[in-house]
């Protein structure tokens, strides 16, 4: 029941065009993380979610990005 009460999210036009920006802006900075990283960023992003991860190191890189750990 737990997976049919959560809303499930897709990696859009316009969540992927987040990504881009996430994924060039930290090239440019040095600071690359993993493309997958950058689209699951983006659909949160886009969809004003929180990102729940264990991988603080790379999304608290990302400027606006809620995070929580476990």
Do not use: C, W
Not at 23 to 41: F, N
Not at 43 to 52: G, P, S
């Amino acid at each position: 029941y737990l997976l049919e009460s959560l809303r499930n999210l897709s990696f859009d036009s316009i969540s992927a065009e987040e990504a881009g920006l996430i994924h060039s802006t930290l090239k440019k900075e040095g600071r690359v993380i993993d493309p997958e990283d950058s689209m699951i960023a983006g659909i949160a992003k886009v969809n004003h979610e929180i990102v729940l991860t264990k991988n603080i190191k790379h999304f608290q890189r990302i400027i606006g990005l809620k995070i929580e750990t476990y």
